[in-house]
C-alpha cells in the first residue's frame, strides 16, 4: 500500500504538468491544441538525446522545454498565421512532431540505460521521498509560474481571448498574439514533462505521449470537481490534486486485476464521474423530475 501512494505521488506529479499545459490551452484559452501529445514526445526525445551526447540530467530538462516550446511555435504558427483551424492546425502539427521525434531518436525510441539522469540517484525504493519532493518543487514552480503568468496585464489578455475572442478584439487584444503565446507555454510544459517521464521510465518512446490529452482532461475535470473555484491559484492546485487523485484511481484499478488494456475506460468513468460531481445539482433536480410520481 505504501509502494501506491508513493507510485501515485511520483505519477501524479509528473502528469501535473501535462495538466497544467491541457488547462492553458482548453480551459484559459478556449483552444482545443491536439498537437500536445506530440511535443510532449519532442520534449523526451530531445532531453533523451541530450544525455546520450553528455549532457546532464538537470540541463537535459531545459532542452526538452525548449523543445516543447518550438513545438507550440509550430503549432501556433499554423493557426495564428496561415489561419489554418484550431483543430486541424495541431493535427498537421502532431504529424510533423511524429516525424521529428522518429529523426530525433533515429529509430521509434530511445534508451537511457546507463546513462547518468536528474533522477538516478532515487531511483531505489529507499528514496520514493526524495524523487517526490524533487518533482514537487517542479511542479509546485511550474503552478505559481501559470498563476503568475495569467494575472499580469498580458495574462489578463489571454483569459479575455479565450472567453470570448471577438470582445477581446473590440477592446484592441490582438487574439493572434495572445494565442501564440498560450499555446507556446502550454507545449513548453509538455516539453518538460517528457523531458521528466524519460528520465523516470529510462527511455523515450515515439508512442509515449498518446492519450495525454485525455488523461490531462480527466484529471483537470476531477480536480475541478473536488476544489471549484474562480480563482486562478485554487484552480492549479484544484487540477494537480486531480492529477495525483487520478493515479491513484487507476493504480488501485489496476492493483484489483484490470488489465492495462481497461485504462480508457476507467479514464471515461472518470470524466464521467467529474461531470457529474461537477453538475451535481442539475442532475439531482432532474432526477426528481423523472421519478416525481405527485
Not at 479514464?267 to 461537477?278: C, R, S
Request: charged fraction near 10%; hydrophobic fraction near 55%.
Amino acid at each position: 500500500m505504501v509502494d501506491l501512494v508513493f507510485i501515485s505521488l511520483e505519477l501524479g506529479l509528473l502528469t501535473g504538468l501535462i495538466v497544467l499545459g491541457v488547462f492553458l490551452t482548453f480551459r484559459v484559452l478556449n483552444y482545443p491544441d491536439l498537437s500536445v501529445d506530440g511535443s510532449f514526445v519532442t520534449g523526451a526525445a530531445a532531453a533523451a538525446l541530450a544525455i546520450q551526447s553528455g549532457v546532464p540530467g538537470e540541463t537535459a530538462l531545459l532542452v526538452g522545454l525548449v523543445a516543447g516550446l518550438c513545438a507550440g511555435v509550430l503549432t501556433a504558427f499554423l493557426h495564428t498565421v496561415l489561419g489554418i483551424e484550431k483543430i486541424l492546425s495541431g493535427i498537421l502539427a502532431l504529424g510533423i512532431l511524429y516525424t521529428i521525434n522518429l529523426r530525433l531518436m533515429d529509430g521509434p525510441n530511445l534508451s537511457l540505460l546507463n546513462q547518468e539522469t536528474v533522477m538516478g540517484v532515487m531511483q531505489a525504493p529507499f528514496n520514493h521521498v526524495a524523487l517526490i519532493a524533487v518533482l514537487f518543487a517542479i511542479v509546485v514552480f511550474a503552478k505559481f509560474f501559470i498563476d503568475w503568468f495569467l494575472s499580469t496585464g498580458f495574462g489578463l489578455q489571454v483569459r479575455a481571448t479565450g472567453d470570448n475572442e471577438a470582445t477581446a478584439r473590440s477592446f484592441g487584444i490582438n487574439p493572434n498574439v495572445t494565442k501564440f503565446a498560450g499555446v507556446v507555454i502550454s507545449n513548453g510544459l509538455m516539453g518538460l514533462a517528457g523531458a521528466l517521464f524519460a528520465q523516470y521510465m529510462g527511455f523515450a518512446d515515439v508512442n509515449m505521449g498518446i492519450g495525454n490529452i485525455i488523461l490531462g482532461l480527466a484529471a483537470l475535470m476531477l480536480g475541478e470537481a473536488i476544489l471549484s473555484s474562480r480563482k486562478i491559484a485554487t484552480v492549479t492546485l484544484a487540477i494537480i490534486v486531480g492529477s495525483v487523485l487520478y493515479q491513484f484511481i487507476v493504480n488501485i484499478a489496476l492493483r484489483l486485476g484490470l488489465a492495462g488494456t481497461d485504462l480508457k475506460l476507467i479514464t471515461a468513468l472518470i470524466v464521467i464521474f467529474a461531470i457529474m460531481a461537477k453538475d451535481g445539482e442539475r442532475y439531482i433536480t432532474y432526477g426528481k423530475r423523472i421519478f416525481n410520481t405527485r
